[in-house]
């Protein structure tokens, strides 16, 4: 069965870049069909999106994010990459990868898209 | 982007108890809503997507409802592991929300 890994360095210093990874591990990331995203949740807060990853290495951002964030595929590795630049305290959260699936209504031919497997998540502190 | 407002924020309420959350999306999304249980230190687990269809594997007591703006995850008889935070999330635009989460607590 798919599992879904976060890893980081725990604490990253403010105005460094913050690097994460999420390692697939029981299938391979390669497969379609699916997307693969980031959302992390900051200190007795809700859960914020930053973003997705598509297996055509295509790219979409939370606009309030889109100028520092980077996301990528590792398919060689089977891992997701995030990386987040000039981080502050706000960057302080529990950080998920996820991977989304749809189901595929053919009455209105539409597919509504839903994540359906997540890692356990990664604490991260932004902390001098 | 869409802002998606859940209510009530927080609530207290007993084993077998009958539970509703509601989600509101400020402008109209079909059922392109799901909803999502978060116990601390465990991973957000799916529920509900497309507003009403059950996740494989979710107990039946479970139930999504809703249309456009207006959208409802209902407990029908609340369990002890049912205790938990639940999010809404919309994926009509591709720049995805979260709702703020209802908290259920033990009355």
């Known amino acids: 069965q798919l599992q879904l890994q976060e890893s980081g360095p725990g604490v990253v210093q403010p105005s460094q870049t913050l690097s994460l990874i999420c390692s697939v591990s029981?299938?391979?990331?390669?497969?379609?069909?699916?997307?693969w995203s980031w959302i992390r949740q900051q200190p007795t807060k809700g859960l914020e999106w930053i973003g997705n990853i598509y297996d055509t290495g295509s790219t979409y951002y939370n606009p309030s994010l889109q100028s520092r964030v980077a996301m990528s595929v590792d398919m060689s590795k089977n891992q997701l990459s995030l990386k987040l630049i000039a981080v502050t305290a706000a960057d302080t959260a529990v950080y998920y990868c996820a991977r989304a699936s749809y189901y595929y209504d053919r009455n209105v031919i539409q597919k509504y898209w839903y994540f359906d497997l997540w890692g356990s998540g990664t604490l991260i502190t932004v902390s001098s | 982007d869409i802002q998606m407002t859940q209510s009530p924020s927080s609530l207290s309420a007993s084993v077998g108890d009958r539970v509703t959350i509601t989600c509101r999306a400020s402008q109209s999304i079909g059922t392109y809503l799901n909803w999502y249980q978060h116990k601390p230190g465990k991973a957000p687990r799916l529920l509900i997507y497309?507003?009403?269809h059950l996740q494989s594997g979710v107990p039946s007591w479970f139930s999504g409802s809703g249309s456009d703006t207006d959208f409802t995850l209902t407990i029908g008889s609340l369990q002890p592991e049912d205790f938990a935070t639940y999010y809404c999330q919309q994926t009509y635009s591709p720049s995805l929300t979260f709702g703020g989460g209802t908290s259920v607590e033990v009355k």
């Open positions: 029981g299938g391979s990331l390669n497969r379609g069909g699916f997307y």
């Open positions: 497309a507003a009403s």
